[in-house]
Nanobody, 115 residues
């Protein structure tokens, strides 16, 4: 069973930065795509960013230019660097991985941005 463990969430003031990490329990080479999604209270889960096995990236419109996703294959980790944070970025952030038709989710890490 694959495990994805997120870390790096917390409380930050608007304009600040946070770095989220997602550690996989096995080699991330096996995943076609990995990414981050978020869910704010009362809202649907939405795409934040994804990165493919060839390192092609995709971002949600609301985070373009502020967030950067990257992968460290040697450490089996995907990182989300979040800059210029806004209160509307407050949400639980989930790590996601796809292996062909199988999808895995982490348990999430809470990011709170104060105004």
């Amino acid at each position: 069973q694959v495990q994805l463990v997120e870390s790096g969430g917390g409380l930050v003031q608007a304009g600040g930065s946070l770095r989220l990490s997602c550690a996989a329990s096995r080699s991330i080479f096996l995943f076609n795509v990995m990414g981050w999604y978020r869910q704010a209270p009362g809202k649907q889960r939405e795409l934040v960013a994804t990165i493919s096995s060839s390192s092609r990236t995709n971002y949600g419109d609301s985070v373009k230019g502020r967030f950067t996703i990257s992968r460290d294959n040697a450490k089996n980790t995907v990182v989300l660097q979040m800059n210029s944070l806004k209160p509307e970025d407050t949400a639980v952030y989930y790590c996601n991985a796809h292996e062909l038709v199988i999808e895995y989710w982490g348990k999430g890490t809470l990011v709170t941005v104060s105004s």
